[in-house]
């Protein structure tokens, strides 16, 4: 089989146990820029919430892998993809990592207009050349997809089917209703750690023992399991000891509990991770959503937000800083974590490690990464850890 790219070090499929990637996976600026191309642009990351753009004429312009993508909320309240660059010299509509309301899309530069939906509707000033016409100059849309409030972005154009990615996490995901619950809190966190180092972690419990000695007092942390993966996603539900509501220092729950679920959800915590960079950990009562930008080899931002039912912010005081507190606690003991992984794995005496039985997960999220350096993207290797 043609590899996509060439990484020393890096295990055949079938080699026997799954062991750690080489350090090059997480250190090397060819390997990143790789990912960002093959992954981030040619997938279908998570790239914000539905709630940034959620009035008619709001705009949000984002960064996915090397590319720049704004999106617009239509006045139909359709989100609209473009790719951020204005059809005459190339300057970018809105300035990455900003939001504003508008009705028409003026660039900044010479002023020329486009519509919500993309169209070119003047040329202020502009002395056109013969042969010129609005209508073939309106931006370059990409697709872009709402699922449970969250927005979804495929630069490329041809990665998988978001459906196929997300297969049966769909009707996982339904029950706790993200799309319904509101965000009360969030924070952004820059970690010195590759972007999988963060997923690795994130996938198992089996450092909670050492790291985590808050979160071992309200979930034991043997108790999770990984359901069969269907998607480009894997994970699935941990227990709560017997005194705890829910994932706070205490325990307690503050809020209220999520409208339909049924008496074992309410006993239960579910993690996710979707490929490449949302974390979903849905609560009894809340919902934290984890996403991941890369932005260097050895640097991720992490936006962390925490959602909660409309009634819970109805009832007077509701403070989230129950589960916030607890969670932020757990970020930092995790960042913490991965940033002395990354200097261990750009160490020379680095070695890939064998991953046990309680690293199920991981070892499958390496097996997908693994493939993908081979065949060059996540196409035809779906279900995750197949
Ligand atoms: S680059 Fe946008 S109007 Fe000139
Ligand atoms: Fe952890």
Redesign the pocket.
Known sequence: MEIDIEIEGLDAPSAGPVRTLPGAAYTSAEVFRWELERLFEGGWPCVAASEQVAEPGARLAVRVGNEGILLVRDEERRLRGFFNVCRHRGHELLEPGTTDRVRVQKCPYHAWVYGLDGALLATPRFDPPDGFGRADHGLVPLPVVEWHGLVFANCSGDAPAFAQLVGSLESLVAGHEPERLRCCASHTYEVAANWKLLVE??HE?Y??RS??PE?CRVTPPDSGTNLAPDGAWIGGPMELMEHAQTMSLDGRSLGIPLRGLDQQARRRVFYFGYFPNLLLSLHPDYVMVHRLEPLAPDHTRVECRWLFPPEALEQSGFDPAYAVDFWDL?NR??WS?CESVQRGVRSRGYRPGFLGGREDAVAAFIRLVTDCYRRGGLDGMLPYGS
Do not use: K, M
Request: glycine content about 0%; charged content about 10%.
């Open positions: 972690n994130y419990c450092h909670c790291i985590h979160l757990t003991q995790d974590a």
